[in-house]
């Protein structure tokens, strides 16, 4: 089995600071039922996909850029909470004090990051093909990683500061849906 990593950008998951500790990182690093173009086909994680990998309890580190050298956080410490709920995959990250901690909220409270990343191994899915395009429907996974990216695959989820007001006419959006056709273009795909 391949270890896979998607990524998703935080608006719609609203992945914030803890309103009473700004150490404390909240959001949703998999979004369920939300199809995403992956170039050559498209995926859907679906409702019930962690529940096993978090029922086992597995061991889960929370990373910059999916690099191990780069922890944030941990399940297995308890600086890393996990859970599912209808929306999906929700993260609690406590940052350690470190300078990679510190730069980090940093880097979210500019907007300079806005997206998470999940690593993982397939264990259950199904394809299926509609108007000759086909679509992976993932229902069970191994667990390895939740990280904050630069490069997300996935498009429904943001990061923000709790204590930060939306902008309006914040054209992030767009920018970043113009840098990923560029990225995906020069990809794999």
């Not at 597995?58 to 999916?66: G, W």
């Not at 990051?113 to 679509?135: P, Q």
């Not at 490069?151 to 914040?170: K, L, N």
Request: hydrophobic share 35%; glycine share 6%.
């Amino acid at each position: 089995m391949k270890n896979e990593q998607r990524a998703i950008n935080f608006e719609a998951a609203e992945f914030r600071f803890d309103e009473e500790n700004s150490n404390i990182l909240e959001g949703y690093a998999s979004v369920f039922n939300s199809k995403t173009n992956l170039g050559r086909f498209d995926e859907i994680i679906e409702p019930g996909a962690f529940t096993r990998a978090l029922s086992e309890e597995q061991d889960v580190r929370a990373l910059i850029d999916h690099d191990s050298g780069r922890i944030i956080g941990r399940t297995k410490n308890g600086t890393l909470e996990l859970r599912e709920d209808s929306k999906g995959l929700h993260s609690r990250i406590t940052l350690p004090d470190t300078q990679d901690g510190r730069d980090l909220a940093t880097l979210i409270e500019l907007g300079t990051l806005d997206a998470m990343s999940f690593g993982f191994t397939v264990k259950g899915d199904r394809w299926e093909k509609n108007e000759g395009r086909n679509t992976r429907h993932i229902s069970d996974v191994d667990l390895y990683d939740v990280s904050i990216v630069a490069y997300p695959a996935y498009a429904d989820t943001s990061v923000a500061m709790r204590s930060m007001p939306q902008e309006q006419g914040d054209n992030r959006r767009l920018r970043f849906d113009l840098l990923l056709k560029r990225f995906r273009a020069n990809s794999w795909q």
